[in-house]
């Protein structure tokens, strides 16, 4: 079983940042995909974001130019940078990792974009 933490989410103002962080209690290093989903009021859940063990990355079409998915292998880590949020990012983030045929989610993080 691993456990994921997320952390950082809040309110923000439209054009503000934020870094949400996700610590794993496994290494990352063994983890095949690590990603940022986020879920808003009666929509679906999506990707926002995702990195491989090897460092690729794959970016939601709103997230592209925007946000910015990295990690911390030496504290089993990994973080979604955003900027330039505007309210139609608000939702609930979660995290998200493989290792193998098994995946786990973090609990959320609710992000509020808003004046």
């Known amino acids: 079983q691993v456990q994921l933490v997320e952390s950082g989410g809040g309110l923000v103002q439209p054009g503000g940042s934020l870094r949400l962080s996700c610590a794993a209690s496994?290494?990352?290093?063994?983890?095949?995909?690590m990603g940022w989903y986020r879920q808003a009021p009666g929509k679906e859940r999506e990707l926002v974001a995702s990195i491989t063990s090897a460092g690729s990355t794959d970016y939601a079409d709103s997230a592209k130019g925007r946000f910015t998915i990295s990690r911390d292998n030496a504290k089993n880590t990994w973080y979604l940078q955003m900027n330039s949020l505007e309210p139609e990012d608000t939702a609930v983030y979660y995290c998200?990792?493989?290792?193998?045929?098994?995946?786990?989610w973090g609990q959320g993080t609710q992000v509020t974009v808003s004046s």
């Open positions: 998200r990792a493989s290792y193998g045929f098994r995946v786990y």
């Open positions: 496994r290494s990352i290093s063994n983890s095949n995909r």
